[in-house]
């Protein structure tokens, strides 16, 4: 183990916080909103899934409704219920052992504004999902799906724009230098960097899509690029051995920003730089916006069924699915409340999987907060040191800032930016490319 000093963890304990304010209003928010669809859609997802389910939605209503006032309240976290025969990924086991370790640290059961942020907040998602787990027609349900569904068509014209521009790219590959690759290859890190600044869990579950061609604004966006590795990475891109190319995904975001970090994987894939993908999405309904493996595949469905480019690049996604270039792998521990520090104790299977690829991008910024700790470090610790024991290969974030911790900037850098915009680490204007190659 490295010899790290630690700050506190972000914690809703700390009244006024970004942390305190979304335990305090947003979870509330995005489970009444829960609350409020499945009671409304009872009857159609009663015809839909058997009578059993019309029923099935007034019990998880009602768990969800005494789950809201646990939270509101600040009362005690429940064991989950364990184990989940049917369910594969059957992660109440690590819930409850991080709830028996809480207890045995503590002294107390972790409750909704004492317990970490990180935890609380990843808590709320497993107990929706156990929810609707207890009721057998609806296991599988997906209160989310809708919602990450319109995001998609409402963002047609950007993702149009962005097909577009994959398929002029990838026609024109072989009359490149390599200097114009390195600047498209470069343009598409910052589309998919700008793709992850709307999530529906920071507008609780509020329409959000991406209305305009993000393209022509990245000129004006870099400068909010406020650690930005580019050109180390595309050193790294282009320095990787023919036989070890392969890039590990882990995913954020269903709607635009899946496009886009799926175009992006298309060009490195078409220029060489990459050879395999290997893709992980989330096992179960998560922050209301992120990608299971079924919303993978309804937007590959979907845009293949597009005509012109769409629906081009989605047959070529097809292709690389099917003929196992680009591979999807489900892991429970995503979904789990701890941080990627205890991933190689937790889920050693995982850590040297992840290990072997040549380069791992993490998107967003729940998979930032995990990666550093979800700690209060100073914005200009090392992100290598932030990343505590989590080393498995050299690792790439592309994040917004929107709540987690920011790292890596130089002394002085966050009070600049504070001058210019007060809330500009949680408003998911400035972005981080940032790599660590660990040498
Ligand atoms: O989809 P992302 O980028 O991981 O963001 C998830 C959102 O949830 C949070 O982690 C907490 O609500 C925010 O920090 C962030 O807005
Ligand atoms: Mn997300």
Redesign the pocket.
């Known amino acids: 183990m490295m010899d790290v000093s630690h700050p506190p963890v972000l914690s809703p304990s700390n009244i006024g916080s970004?942390a305190y304010l979304?335990v305090k209003d947003?979870l509330p928010v995005i489970l009444t909103r829960v609350i409020d669809y499945l009671y409304r859609e009872r009857i159609s997802l009663g015809l839909k899934y058997g009578e059993a389910a019309q029923e099935g939605c007034k019990e998880v209503v009602s768990r969800l409704s005494q789950m809201k006032n646990e939270m509101q309240t600040n009362k005690d976290f429940q064991l989950l219920w364990s184990p989940q025969p049917n369910n594969p990924y059957d992660d109440s086991e690590i819930w409850n052992q991080q709830f028996e370790s809480y207890v045995s640290t503590y002294g107390v059961s972790p409750k909704w504004f004492a317990a970490s942020?990180l935890y609380a907040?990843c808590y709320m998602y497993a107990r929706i999902h156990e929810a609707l787990y207890l009721c057998d027609p609806l296991r599988d349900f997906d209160p989310f799906e809708e919602q990450k569904q319109k995001s998609l068509v409402d963002s047609q014209i950007a993702v149009e724009a962005l097909t577009d521009k994959v398929s002029s790219i990838c026609s024109a590959l072989s009359s490149h230098t390599q200097d114009q690759l390195k600047q498209h290859v470069l343009k598409f890190f910052e589309v998919s960097l700008w793709g992850?600044k709307c999530?529906l869990?920071?507008s609780s579950g509020g329409e959000c899509c991406q209305a305009e061609d993000v393209f022509s604004s990245l000129e004006k966006l870099r400068s909010n690029i406020i650690v930005n590795d580019s050109n180390m990475l595309w050193q790294l891109l282009i320095s990787l051995p023919e036989d070890q190319r392969d890039i590990a995904l882990v995913l954020?975001?269903a709607g635009f920003?899946l496009i886009s970090d799926l175009c992006l994987m298309t060009i490195l894939m078409e220029a060489g730089l990459t050879t395999s993908l290997t893709l992980y999405p989330k096992t179960r309904p998560w922050?209301v916006?992120?990608a299971l493996e079924k919303d993978l595949r309804w937007t590959v469905d979907k845009l293949r069924s597009n005509s012109g480019s769409g629906g081009q690049i989605a047959t070529k996604w097809s292709s690389y699915l099917s003929d196992g270039r680009w591979k999807i792998c489900n892991s429970k521990f995503w979904t789990t409340g701890y941080d990627y520090a205890e991933m190689s104790k937790l889920s050693p299977d995982l850590y040297s999987q992840l290990s072997k690829a040549s380069l791992i991008i993490f998107?967003?910024?729940?998979?930032?907060?995990k990666l550093t700790g979800d700690l209060e470090w100073p914005t200009d610790t090392k992100f290598e040191y932030a990343l505590q024991d989590f080393r498995p290969t050299p690792l790439l974030a592309v994040?917004?800032a929107?709540?987690?911790p920011v790292v890596g900037l130089l002394p002085g850098q966050s009070k600049t930016i504070s001058s210019v915009d007060r809330d500009w680490n949680?408003n998911?204007d400035y972005g981080m490319i940032q790599l660590c190659t660990f040498s």
């Open positions: 970004f979304t947003r942020w907040e992850n999530d869990s920071i954020d975001n920003e922050f916006s992120d998107k967003g910024d729940l998979n930032y907060r994040r917004t929107k709540g987690g949680i998911g």
